[in-house]
């Protein structure tokens, strides 16, 4: 595609270009259709993108979000996937004219949280292959509608932004060229081999929109049943038969879909600058109301659910056991089949072996599940019947673990239908393949990680060599730290850059976000403890660079610096919601507390209650 701009428009042309051409009003943002690019004399520039990622209202009016950079990922039955890897926010107006200096400072803080949400690396799109659907799903879909019409809102990432193109297509349906789902996951394939056998083996990872947003300020179920950090992993097979030679068009497709979630109750874990935050629970009537919503949508989608849960069952992860237990009992729905793995306990000790014990536990009811198989007369010879829900408190460390062994467990069934394993065959731990097997499902962990909780996943030593060691356990360890400090002081904004890019907030040229006023005693506290630090190290360190002084002098002064450092920790502690970055855009005001500012809630808008572990 091609973007032409001139002083009065910006117009898109197809790669076709005897199709018709987007033309965008810069003074009025109307968009029209036209046959025709503006004359070269008019044209100011002319720069190749590669599609459109839609329109979003700020202060001076509204930005395109235009495709300009993407990685080619891989190709279904000859039909590219890519990863959009750079994009350019351009503004339909020619300045910040008509801004105060205010307005124009929240205009940037916009452009950048919207830039940092796009650098993500998580944006994936073809114009042919529906990345927003798992292969069962497009089976039993219309594929005379255009692809739009047939993306599920679900995993349509830029759906909020890409309406008003949407609406100019529902009254003339040539606009939907310019219509472009992204899915925001993660999506690898490689080209495999088993026994000699030639097939493509990947996964496509797709996360919801809906209640979206980072670790500590998004969790559980909202009233409409949507829970955060959904996310639905379809692991596919590709194979042209014995004798296929690369590359291969796909003429069997197989596929085995599994979804994650976070618990579906009413649960908050609040920032307060302490490694394992308070945990709040709400009241179980409530959760079972939206959980059954919850419910009801997955079974018709995926049919009975097989709930696997692998919270610990004892200390601070036990209210979550027993809530989500208790939900699960008063929905006392038979579809719904709840099984409880104590992960920590069941695999403390470096016995990872142990996962096996729920693979066994499972094993029946995946039979009965079974898994998608297009063959290669086109037809849908096995369909799934039911999907396995799995979670732990973050759904990511463990809940990749076990996902990626039930995986294993359904792609040998599958390598076996295909005659590429004989009935009694298992694929060879040590082999090449199972080393590509786990690392992408080690980068699928550490892709769904990042974008919750902004690191890489923890556990993904299992992941990638099959065995738990101290380097992974020292990997995490790392991993873990920088979680902290992420969830503590940078979630903030990156939960801006959700809530803006999905439109869950709209902006009003009225009132500015950005500003927050803290008190005096607040904006001390951080040079506070940075100085006391440095003169208690330089103290420790390099006693002489103060000149001679008895022993006594020498310990009251460490002493002195010491307790300013503690006693600045202790305040920071107990006013913590000062400290840590909360986001500025969604979250209404809270009351004034005894430090003397207006804070902002520390809890989801629905009503918690207290529960101890």
Not at 23 to 47: C, G, H, K, Y
Not at 115 to 131: E, R
Not at 277 to 300: M, N, T, Y
Not at 527 to 534: K, Q, T
Request: charged letters at 20%.
């Amino acid at each position: 595609m091609k973007l032409y701009t001139t002083k009065a428009s910006f117009v898109v042309e197809q790669d076709d270009p005897t199709l018709n051409k987007l033309f965008i009003n810069r003074d009025t943002s109307a968009i029209e259709l036209t046959d025709s690019v503006p004359p070269i004399t008019e044209q100011l520039a002319t720069s190749v993108i590669y599609g459109l990622v839609g329109f979003i209202q700020l202060q001076a009016g509204e930005y395109l979000i235009v495709i300009t950079g993407r990685e080619n990922i891989c190709a279904i039955q000859g039909k590219q996937i890519y990863r959009a890897s750079a994009f350019e926010i351009i503004p339909l107006a020619h300045g910040l004219s008509g801004l105060t200096s205010q307005q124009q400072n929240d205009e940037s803080s916009y452009v950048d949280l919207l830039q940092q949400h796009l650098k993500s690396g998580a944006l994936y799109y073809s114009h042919g292959f529906d990345v927003t659907n798992a292969l069962q799903r497009q089976a039993e879909s219309d594929h005379k509608e255009p692809l739009w019409k047939r993306a599920d809102e679900r995993f349509y990432w830029n759906k909020f932004i890409s309406t008003k193109l949407i609406e100019s297509a529902n009254s003339k349906p040539e606009f939907g060229s310019f219509i472009l789902p992204l899915l925001q996951g993660f999506i690898e394939f490689r080209v495999s081999q088993v026994k000699k056998a030639t097939f493509v083996f990947g996964l496509i990872t797709r996360r919801s929109r809906h209640r979206p947003g980072t670790r500590y300020f998004s969790r559980g179920i909202d009233a409409h049943g949507h829970v955060s950090n959904y996310v639905e992993t379809e692991q596919v097979v590709i194979y042209d038969g014995p004798d296929a030679k690369l590359p291969l068009v796909g003429k069997e497709l197989l596929s085995f879909v599994q979804t994650r979630g976070s618990i579906p109750v009413y649960w908050a874990q609040i920032v307060n600058l302490k490694y394992t935050p308070r945990l709040w629970v709400g009241d179980s009537k409530k959760s079972a109301a939206s959980a059954r919503a919850h419910f009801d949508e997955q079974i018709s989608i995926y049919g009975p659910q097989i709930l696997v849960n692998l919270v610990n069952t004892k200390g601070y992860e036990l209210p979550m056991a027993q809530a989500y237990a208790n939900v699960v009992k008063q929905l006392n729905d038979p579809r719904l089949h709840y099984t409880h793995f104590d992960f920590h306990k069941e695999c403390s000790k470096m016995r990872w072996h142990r996962i096996q014990i729920l693979v066994d536990e499972l094993k029946d009811r995946m039979v009965e599940q079974g898994y998608f198989h297009f063959n290669s007369v086109g037809e849908s010879t096995k369909k799934q019947s039911s999907v396995v829900r799995t979670n732990c408190m973050d759904c990511l460390d463990r809940t990749n673990v076990v996902q990626s062994s039930l995986a294993k467990w359904v792609l040998t069934e599958q390598l076996r239908e295909l005659g590429i394993l004989d009935a009694k065959d298992e694929l060879n731990n040590s082999s090449s393949f199972m080393t590509g097997f786990r690392n992408v499902w080690a980068d699928n962990a550490d892709r769904v990680s990042c974008m919750y909780s902004g690191t890489g996943a923890l556990k993904t030593d299992f992941t990638r060599t099959g065995e738990r060691t101290k380097a992974g356990a020292l990997q995490d360890l790392s991993n873990s730290i920088t979680r902290y400090v992420k969830n503590n002081f940078m979630d903030g904004s990156r939960q801006d850059g959700y809530d803006l890019f999905l439109g869950n907030y709209r902006v009003n040229k009225k009132s500015t976000p950005f500003i927050v006023e803290k008190p005096l005693r607040v904006r001390a506290v951080p040079p506070i403890v940075v100085f006391a630090l440095i003169m208690l190290i330089l103290h420790l360190l390099r006693p002489s660079m103060f000149g001679p002084r008895s022993l006594v002098t020498y310990l009251t002064i460490l002493m002195f610096w010491l307790s300013v450092l503690v006693s600045a920790v202790k305040f920071s502690l107990r006013h913590s919601n000062h400290f840590v970055a909360l986001p500025l855009l969604s979250i209404p005001p809270q009351p004034v507390d005894d430090v003397g500012s207006t804070t902002t809630p520390l809890v989801s808008t629905e009503k918690v209650s207290s529960s101890s572990s």
